[in-house]
């Protein structure tokens, strides 16, 4: 499975972006979507399952992130809604195995990440 993440850019805070991970190869996974900020832990932002039916998002997200996708064209998108500085980060798209996981341990193939900046 090949992931490629794209979308990310520069925003001011309180907009809005989408990112988008179109996978090629096997593509039924969960997937999930993580972040890591310079100097810090890579951190789980959300996840669906396979159908797209069950999300589940980190706490620091929920109710402004959500995640969606499409099977037909094996993309996957984060729609990020009022951005604050602190979601500055690397993004990364993931595939898994296993439903509603928040550990990156849990997730096989990973995309190249593209970089979300939020101006104050």
């Known amino acids: 499975v090949q992931l490629q993440a794209s979308g990310g850019g520069l925003v001011q805070a309180g907009g809005s972006l989408r990112l988008s991970c179109a996978a090629s190869?096997?593509?039924?996974?969960?997937m999930g979507w993580f972040r890591q900020a310079p100097g810090k832990e890579r951190e789980f932002v959300g996840t669906?399952?396979?159908?797209?039916?069950?999300?589940y998002y980190a706490d620091s997200v929920k109710g402004r992130f959500t995640i969606s996708r499409d099977n037909a064209k094996n993309t996957v998108y984060l729609q990020m809604n009022s951005l604050k500085p602190e979601d500055t980060a690397v993004y990364y798209c993931?595939?898994?195995?296993?439903?509603?996981?928040?550990?990156?341990?849990?997730?096989?193939?990973w995309g190249q990440g593209t970089q979300v900046t939020v101006s104050s």
């Open positions: 993931a595939a898994g195995r296993t439903s509603s996981s928040v550990t990156k341990y849990d997730y096989d193939y």
């Open positions: 190869g096997r593509t039924f996974y969960v």
């Open positions: 669906i399952s396979r159908g797209g039916a069950s999300t």
